[in-house]
């Protein structure tokens, strides 16, 4: 009799409306991963083992999988909201215990941490006070918002590309003098900070004694910092040397760094000495007119925090209003051989199991790791259309077994009323 079948194929249409219902109503859900409903067909055995005209007894739900396919990136305006674009999930610490998710939507709690809606910490590699990433074990990221200090210049990259076709200068009869343009060949200069962030403008002077012969000097705040190494009472300029092609002769220029030092006194701010690392490594000399090609330093004025901001490789990085920024840490991912062996937890949370396998950890755009996006989310990979053609799909296969049930009915009344 095919009441049994009738009534399997009930139950399975049903639980195949559930998940499609459940995938409708999560249609909204961030990071939400539809499922499917897969069904196997049922057959009597005996201790015989089957025969090839046995019947079927019906079917029954065999799994419901999660479709891990990506779901659309919508844009948002909060920087701490995040996409993932290919593989991987966020690894989430819930008092101790991790969970896994695609859904994307932080923000900082009262403590910096970065968190999910219902408190979970977002986990990832720390940096230090520096901005150095520490790629150990990840850890539950906290942001700081305070302020960042002045620092102190203590290098500068120069690279200037010196016209060889200056007249040479005569130091004996024009020593140098960073007030008279005609003791100099070129000149440029350069902001450059101490300790307490003031501002102090470092000159550089070419001085072209000889052809591939130059001398710098340079002034800060327009007094020599160069001193007097032959007893002359002048100050010495450093060597600047280049070969026939142009190049530097790094031998013959002391590798083309020299130091800028500068004490605490003539400073004048309450600040420390002035001790900077001038390189000049790039210069070169050709045929034309003088240019920089090259100059930045390393210090900077104190600032505060003016915005939080992530890469596509999920650093996450402090904003300050002197126009710097420092490393906070680093979201890592996390991707496993068989995503449908994780289990669903609720609230866009799965749990790892012997089937999915153990977790591999990476940062986001490393080898099998996708990419993140700050500013966006992934939408539920749900295919309304779809899902609604299912649903109807289902409802008749409902009907079917429903009337499956009502002939066989009918055969039985008929067989009741033979007399």
């Known amino acids: 009799m095919s009441f049994q079948q009738a009534l399997s194929g009930l139950n399975a249409a049903g639980k195949n409306l559930d998940v499609i219902g459940n995938n409708v109503a999560n249609a909204n859900t961030v990071g939400f991963k539809a499922a499917r409903a897969e069904f196997a067909d049922v057959y009597a055995s005996t201790v015989l083992g089957t025969y090839s005209n046995n019947i079927g007894i019906g079917t029954k739900l065999n799994s419901v999988t999660q479709m ?13 909201d995040v996409a993932i674009s290919g593989e991987g999930f966020f690894r989430m610490d819930n008092a101790g215990s991790i969970v896994y998710s695609r859904n994307g939507q932080f923000h900082l709690d009262a ?10 910490r977002l986990t990832g590699y720390v940096a230090d006070a520096n901005g150095n990433i520490n790629a150990a074990q990840p850890q539950p990221l ?14 500068v990259t120069q690279g200037s590309v010196l016209d060889s076709r200056a007249e040479p200068i005569d130091g004996t009869a024009k020593p140098f003098d960073p007030e008279d343009s005609t003791t100099y060949t070129h000149a440029t200069s350069i902001a450059v900070y101490d300790s307490l962030g003031n501002t102090h403008t470092l000159s550089t002077f070419y001085v072209k004694r000889e052809p591939g012969q130059w001398e710098v000097y340079t002034a800060l705040n327009g007094n020599v910092t160069n001193t007097d190494t032959d007893g002359d009472g002048l100050p010495n300029g ?33 600040a420390t000495a002035l001790n900077i690392s001038y390189n000049m490594a790039s210069t070169s000399q050709t045929g034309q007119a003088f240019s920089n090609e090259l100059q930045r330093q390393d210090g900077y004025t104190s600032g505060r925090l003016t915005s939080f901001t ?46 999915s396998g153990g977790p591999r950890i990476g940062v986001p755009g490393s080898s099998n790791f996708g990419t993140v996006t700050s500013g966006a989310l992934e939408d539920a990979n749900v295919d309304l259309t779809g899902e609604l053609v299912n649903m109807i799909t289902a409802q008749r296969v409902y009907q079917a077994n429903a009337q499956t049930i009502k002939t066989q009915d009918s055969l039985m009344q008929t067989l009741v009323n033979m007399r």
């Open 142 to 155: 906290r942001l700081t918002v305070s302020s960042i200090e002045a620092r102190g210049t203590s290098e």
């Open 68 to 80: 891990f396919t990506q779901g659309a990136i919508s844009v948002t305006s909060n920087p701490f």
């Open 310 to 355: 992530i890469d596509e490789n999920g650093i996450l990085k402090a904003n300050y209003s002197n126009q710097q920024s420092r490393a906070q840490g680093q979201i890592t991912l996390v991707s496993f051989v068989n995503p449908q062996g994780l289990v669903s937890a609720g609230s866009n949370n799965f749990l790892e199991t012997i089937l």
């Open 238 to 270: 450093a060597p600047l040397v280049f070969d026939a092609s142009g190049k530097i002769d790094l031998a013959a220029s002391n590798n083309g760094v020299f130091q800028v030092n500068v004490d605490a006194a003539t400073l004048g701010t309450g």
């Open 111 to 120: 403590n910096g941490y970065v968190v999910n809606a219902n408190g979970l």
